[in-house]
């Protein structure tokens, strides 16, 4: 492969915990809901279908305006404004969850930030991103950041054209399929997955075969093996 020069490195369940966050919120949500025959896969089944529809975006505010519409439709008894905003507390509380760096990462990007260009990309809501990266205190190591709606193969088109990058020695790091490695590698860019156990099921996506251009690795850690 091209020895990269800029490294591309995602935030949310690569470089710090974020699912798990979620997925306690939404197991308080069940027991709030208190449904009498539906499971939790299937309420989940209708918050899926409610975020699916990407009407309030990303982020824990609006993960609760959905579970605040999922309440509204699987509730079984008269909705009160209490329990709405007992259900948007469940939200609030993701956002106030320490800053849970995954293992290796802080080792990992003092080797990496000395060897390449590196650019903080995710997605996601704006200020909440941008104050989980204030509040990681990993900023130091990135040359920039980068926070978009979604990752698409235009995305990372226009990072790399706005940095000066070329997409040959360009990598991007990440955890999942949808939006780190193969909107990536439509790009032109190399892609490295880093698979975490909790990534959000809207992130899951088939992966091309192990090539030059794609790597799979165990941890962020053995980044440090691989460049």
Request: with cysteine; aromatic share 10%; hydrophobic share 40%.
């Amino acid at each position: 492969m091209h020895k990269p020069k800029w490294l591309l490195i995602d935030a949310d369940d690569t470089l710090w915990e974020n699912n798990v966050y979620y997925e306690d919120a939404f197991e308080k949500f069940v027991d709030l809901l208190d449904h009498s025959n539906l499971t939790a896969r299937q309420v989940r089944e209708v918050l899926d279908e409610i975020d699916s529809i990407r009407v309030n975006g990303y982020g824990a505010v609006n993960f609760g305006r959905n579970m605040r519409a999922c309440y509204r439709t699987l509730v079984e008894k008269p909705v009160t404004e209490q329990d709405l905003d007992e259900v948007m507390r469940l939200a609030h509380e993701i956002l106030d969850k320490p800053i849970q760096l995954l293992e290796g990462v802080t080792e990992t990007l003092t080797y990496l930030t000395e060897r390449y260009h590196l650019t903080l990309f995710s997605k996601g809501h704006p200020e909440e991103q941008q104050a989980k990266v204030e509040r990681s205190g990993v900023a130091g190591y990135f040359h920039s950041c980068r926070i978009v709606r979604e990752k698409h193969a235009a995305a990372y088109l226009q990072v790399v054209f706005e940095h000066g990058m070329k997409a040959d020695y360009t990598w991007m790091v990440g955890n999942s399929p949808k939006s780190d490695i193969n909107p990536a590698l439509q790009a032109g860019l190399g892609a490295v997955l880093v698979p975490h156990e909790m990534t959000w099921s809207f992130e899951h996506e088939e992966v091309p075969a192990t090539s030059p251009r794609f790597q799979i690795v165990e941890r962020f850690s053995d980044l440090q093996r691989i460049f």
